[in-house]
């Protein structure tokens, strides 16, 4: 399947989603924050990169805005997953630059779903 950075600092979310990625066959790349997720993205180079938003440090939307100026990493698609459930902040996502926008909480399937979706 696909490789895919998974950034997301609550870590009982981020064995959830990493179990249902990789019950699906994907190799995950975990991090915690978005400094080591750019590290990882440029290191790795994934097939997709999923961000939480709201983290210490760095947002998701400048992790986002950051990885799609870099000439290594602005092409891999970024899936945002996010509490922020407001419409403003789904447009926002996608003008930074993600290719979708996955509100929690949210079932197996539809993020299962929405992964496949970017990825192919």
């Not at 600092?9 to 179990?19: F, G, I």
């Not at 990882?40 to 992790?63: C, K, N, R, Y």
């Amino acid at each position: 399947m696909s490789k895919v950075l998974l950034v997301e600092d609550n870590p009982s979310l981020l064995n959830l989603m990493e179990s249902y990625l990789e019950d699906a066959g994907h190799t995950v790349i975990c991090a915690t924050d978005a400094k080591k997720a750019v590290e990882q993205a440029v290191t790795h180079q994934p097939d997709i990169i999923i961000t939480d938003i709201v983290m210490p440090g760095m947002s998701g939307f400048e992790l986002c805005r950051s990885l799609k100026k870099h000439p290594i990493t602005g092409s891999i698609p970024i899936m945002m997953c996010s509490s922020k459930n407001q419409e403003i902040d789904r447009l926002w996502g996608m003008k930074q630059g993600a290719a979708a926008y996955l509100t929690k909480p949210f079932s197996r399937e539809q993020f299962l779903r929405t992964v496949n979706l970017v990825v192919n």
